[in-house]
């Protein structure tokens, strides 16, 4: 039984100038570039790309919405629990109102 041969310079050369023309040969083959339908798939790669920046500008104008909407209702709460707490009178007003309500009841007598 033979073991390895392993190639000599020869046969490498050969090989790779073998490869060089398979792959150039490739390339010979391939059919010319079709503008027309070079320029068609550049359209619709371009309104593809439109498109998905009209609908990243989109969802960027509905977060901004949904966040000013958050902000309002935030406030409008804040606004509502500042009314439903009840007012502490500081001692001016308590002692108006006190007054208020004595001369009401001088004027009811007289």
Known sequence: MQGY?????QERA?????ARNTALAGLRAKPPV??????QSQ???LAKEAAAAEKRIAARA?????????????????????????????EAERKAARDARYAARKSRKA
């Open 5 to 9: 041969k392993e190639p000599g310079f």
């Open 14 to 18: 050969a090989a790779a100038r073998q």
């Open 34 to 39: 079709d503008e027309a339908a070079l320029m």
């Open 43 to 45: 359209a619709r790669r």
């Open 62 to 90: 509905s977060r901004e919405q949904a966040r000013l909407d958050k902000q309002e209702s935030v406030r409008l709460a804040a606004e509502a629990a500042a009314a439903a707490q009840p007012k502490v009178l500081t």
